[in-house]
């Protein structure tokens, strides 16, 4: 089933100093269940693309469908959980607080809140960590702390913008297994930014490789890889051919610099 | 977390010590240019005096005189701390010459302004925020409206309210609120739009409301800039219910002890009513303080 479906999206931000083309013609189908990878150089538009299947953007031209309705409707039913680059937790709610705030804005019940929260504490392993304030957490348990927030309400869709990109390396390995075990766990869709090579290639089942300006997709190479990955899966050859693929496919893209 | 013991004894006392030391100094300091000051100032009148008895002053005369003149020019600290003393302590509470009983009307008048000016600040704040047509309409005007000086305004107020009836309290918490009411909406449009962009986005991506956005992120971002401009504000108030004390008439209050002190030229009792109002507004601006840190604290804002 097709979660999401981009056909010749373009947006266009005007600029005091002109236009700026962030996207340009950008098709995409994403299917349920499919973790998907956005690549490419710094301005390329990932973020703005995934801006926009969250309704924060609005295409200039082109549609975009988000589980079968226009982004902004699915905004409103809530279809998607958003987790930005740095946690942004509220510094004056405790870890569970923070957690149960969308639940609070939804509407569920305090008991509700109380069990979900739980839930999601467990799953992305902060259980016994709830009390505590955002400040007594390392960057990488807050990280963890604002998936947790974005997993509670139980949406379809999981957007990622960089969520890792400021952490250190064996710190993000355990979380991209994490994360793939909760992917595998929940069955959601997850659309993902990052700049790493082997993350793209150790998550994704689709990978979308994209050029800046005007911002487009280049390649979009899907994954022949199992879903179950073990973090050794990258020394396999099928590993280091797929990175190569993704490699070339982000060098075309600067071909026409 | 483990909270880390308080470390009693004399470590806590010489710390303490070493952090009042500078104060003392300079407070010191204070007290030694003061009385030099109030020697040098008063001594051209008890060499007058002195000149027209004929009598001879000798150097530690002129000094022991210069302290302990009923009507000094500059009253020496021990002789204000005297009058402080009698004022707050040396009368029943209700007589017209207790400290605490002008006091005491002062700071009604003080609260009720600062309660309105805050309310008024904070609602002129929500409404900023909110409304693009306040929001450029508003501020102007209430720049425009601490521009007015208040010594000018102040006598209008308490002669219209007069005009009608209303004396007492209301009119000189209304020129409280006046000046207190700007520094919370200054403060409190600052801290509504504390909030960056991504807080707001994840709001947005909630679907939150407007109320919802405002209770559950606005208004807590904006609490620590609520207690900074709540300290500015109350000091606001109060001189400004001093300054509404000060037009003719008044009888009651700081401002009336100060004004009828400088009828008489009783100088002692003008600076012991200051000294009062100096306290009585440390003291409010340490309970904010104190309100601040509890307040901050329960949040986990403070660590
Ligand atoms: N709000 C905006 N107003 C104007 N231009 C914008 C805005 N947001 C993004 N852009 C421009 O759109 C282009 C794409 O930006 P975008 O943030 O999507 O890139 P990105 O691929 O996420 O880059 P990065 O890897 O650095 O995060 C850039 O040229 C950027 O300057
Ligand atoms: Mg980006």
């Known amino acids: 089933m097709t979660v999401i479906q981009a056909r010749d999206v373009s947006l266009t931000f005007q600029t005091a100093d002109g236009p700026v083309h962030a996207l340009k013609d950008v098709s995409l189908t994403i299917e349920r269940g499919d973790f998907v990878s956005f690549i490419g150089p710094s301005g390329c538009g990932k973020t703005t693309f995934l801006r926009a299947i969250a309704a924060l953007e609005t295409p200039t031209a082109g549609t975009l469908e988000v589980a079968g309705m226009a982004p902004d409707q699915a905004r409103r039913q809530r279809a998607y959980g958003y987790v930005f680059q740095a946690p942004g937790l509220y510094p004056w709610r405790t870890i569970a607080g923070n957690i149960s705030l969308p639940l609070e804005i939804m509407g569920f019940s305090r008991a509700d809140r109380a069990q979900r929260t739980q839930r999601v504490l467990d799953l992305v392993d902060l259980a016994g960590f709830g009390a505590k304030y955002p400040w007594q957490l390392s960057g990488g348990m807050q990280q963890r702390a604002s998936i947790a927030r974005a997993l509670a309400f139980d949406a379809d869709i999981l957007l990622m913008d960089e969520p890792f990109g400021a952490l250190d390396e064996i710190v993000r390995d355990r979380l991209n297994e994490a994360l793939l075990d909760l992917w595998k766990k929940t069955g959601k869709t997850i659309g993902f930014v990052t700049h790493s090579i082997p993350e793209a290639v150790y998550l994704s089942t689709k990978i979308v490789v994209m050029s800046p300006r005007p911002g487009r997709i280049t390649r979009i190479i899907d994954s022949p890889l199992p879903r179950d990955r073990p973090l050794e899966i990258r020394d396999t050859p099928e590993f280091i051919a797929l990175a190569q693929q993704v490699r070339e496919g982000l060098r075309e893209g600067h071909g026409y610099d | ?303």
């Open chain 2, 1 to 303: 977390m483990t909270e880390s013991a308080i470390p009693l004894g004399p470590g806590v006392l010489g710390r303490g010590f070493g952090r009042a030391l500078p104060i003392l100094t300079v407070l010191l300091a204070i007290v030694v240019i003061w009385y030099l000051a109030a020697v040098w100032m008063n001594a051209p009148w008890v060499r007058d005096q002195a000149a027209r008895a004929d009598a001879v002053l000798t150097a530690s005369d002129l000094i022991r005189q210069t302290l302990t003149l009923e009507r000094p020019v500059l009253p020496a600290p021990h002789q204000v701390a005297a009058g402080l003393w009698d004022g707050i302590a040396g009368q029943s509470i209700t007589s017209k010459r207790s400290l605490v009983w002008h006091g005491w009307v002062t700071l009604s008048a003080t609260l009720a302004g600062f309660a309105i000016g805050t309310v008024a600040g904070i609602g002129l704040a929500v409404g900023i925020v909110h409304n693009r047509a306040m929001d450029q309409s508003v501020m102007p005007w209430a720049v425009a409206s601490q521009t007015v000086p208040i010594l000018a305004i102040a006598p209008m107020v308490i002669v219209v309210f007069a005009s009608m009836g209303v004396t007492g309290l209301l009119p000189k918490a209304i020129i409280a609120a006046w000046l207190s009411f700007f520094p919370v909406l200054v403060g409190m449009v600052k801290g509504f739009r504390t909030p960056d962009a991504m807080q707001l986005d994840l709001m947005h991506s909630w679907n939150a409301s407007r109320a919802q956005q405002f209770w559950r992120l606005r208004l807590p971002s904006s609490l620590p800039y609520l207690f900074a401009s709540l300290k500015v504000a109350i000091a606001a108030a109060l001189v400004g219910t001093i300054v509404g004390e000060l037009p003719a008439g008044a009888t009651a209050g700081l401002g009336a002890r100060l004004l009828s002190g400088s009828y008489y030229g009783q100088t002692v009792q003008i600076w012991s009513a200051l000294f009062a109002a100096a306290i009585l507004a440390a003291v409010l601006v340490m309970l904010i303080g104190a309100l601040e840190r509890l307040t901050l604290r329960r949040m986990g804002l403070a660590r």
